[in-house]
């Protein structure tokens, strides 16, 4: 009888399964939410520009257009922040330099007299807070120490006052007066208007307001000749403004035309103590630190007993240094910014 061959079972290894592939997918919800993200912020500088530069309050306008004027490159921020929505013209009226201190001119603060028997060499720093600044008050009882400090590279690299202050063997210094940045580099070495250390004159213009000590202590400042500087015995001097106070009165009218920013400023009392003030700002302490107006310094100065005050260079150059250390906070995210020149103050 037939039997049919009987099958084998196949022998079957170890299944394999393929495994699915899956491409993973753009995360749309990242993107959108960066895309809303931008959008929004976007729409918040476009808003906030019409509404500070077109909007319907016009001290608004006037505080954005003073304060951006006086920042290190006023031209450039006052048309960024804007939009293009102020003019030209408007611009070049509220960049400091251009634009002018609403001050009484009152002609030039001659020296109030000779201060050089003195015998105090003391130097005191103090702190002064308003509702809009933080401010250092220096004290140097003996104005015969007051030198100008120039930059070691004059036309070509600016120093810090840190650097100026090492550079001639002084105990203290803060920024001084007006130069010139050529690119926009933050490294100006370049001093504008008249320019004086140790007799030597580094640069001279009879249309720049001359801030300078004379050869008895005495602070002058205003618009001189080379010979009226000579013949008053000038032979430390720098350049900037406004004069704010004069004869004991102050010169500021309204808050001065150049808004809220950081500050310094040099003054004199009726005994020969020089004062130098700086103030911080730009949120620098806060949303509430916006800086002092010219005023604000104007009524520091009278509040410390000046006679005589002039305002120095501000903004990012604001600096005051003493025994090694820098006493402010300068408003430059890089620090202590190169400038030209410097009040400094020797050993006694």
Request: hydrophobic share 35%; glycine share 14%.
């Amino acid at each position: 009888m037939y039997k049919p061959p009987v099958k084998q079972p196949i022998e079957q290894g170890p299944q394999t399964t393929k495994k699915r592939v899956t491409r993973k997918k753009p995360k749309k919800k990242f993107r959108r939410g960066v895309f809303f993200f931008v959008l929004g912020l976007c729409y918040i500088y476009i808003s906030t520009a019409l509404f500070v530069f077109k909007g319907p309050y016009q001290n608004v306008k006037d505080y954005a257009l003073q304060s951006l004027g006086t920042t290190q490159h006023p031209k450039l921020w006052l048309s960024l922040f804007s939009l293009n929505t102020v003019s030209a013209e408007e611009i070049a009226k509220y960049a400091a330099g251009t634009g002018q201190p609403t001050v009484n001119s009152d002609g030039n603060a001659t020296g109030l007299g000779n201060f050089g028997g003195i015998k105090d060499s003391s130097i005191q720093v103090e702190d002064y807070k308003d509702n809009t600044y933080s401010a250092k008050i220096m004290l140097v009882r003996d104005p015969m120490r007051i030198k100008v400090g120039v930059t070691n590279q004059i036309g070509k690299v600016g120093q810090t006052v840190s650097e100026m202050v090492r550079d001639n063997s002084a105990v203290a210094g803060v920024n001084g007066g007006s130069f010139q940045d050529v690119g926009w580099h933050g490294t100006g070495g370049d001093p504008l208007g008249t320019t004086i250390h140790g007799g030597k004159y580094y640069a001279t213009s009879e249309n720049s307001n001359v801030i300078g000590i004379t050869s008895n202590g005495s602070l002058i400042s205003g618009k001189y000749s080379v010979k009226e500087l000579q013949d008053m015995g000038v032979k430390e001097a720098l350049s900037f403004g406004p004069i704010l106070v004069k004869d004991g009165q102050g010169l500021v009218r309204g808050n001065g035309g150049w808004g809220n920013a950081p500050r310094t400023a040099i003054g004199q009392k009726a005994d020969g103590t020089i004062i130098f003030i700086v103030t911080d700002g730009r949120f620098i302490h806060g949303t509430q630190n916006l800086g002092a107006t010219l005023h604000d310094i104007q009524d520091l100065m009278l509040k410390y007993g000046a006679v005589t005050a002039v305002n120095l260079d501000g903004g990012s150059s604001t600096t005051m240094v003493y025994n090694g250390n820098l006493v402010n906070e300068p408003s430059d995210v890089l620090g202590e910014r190169k400038i030209a020149t410097s009040f400094i103050v020797m050993p006694e």
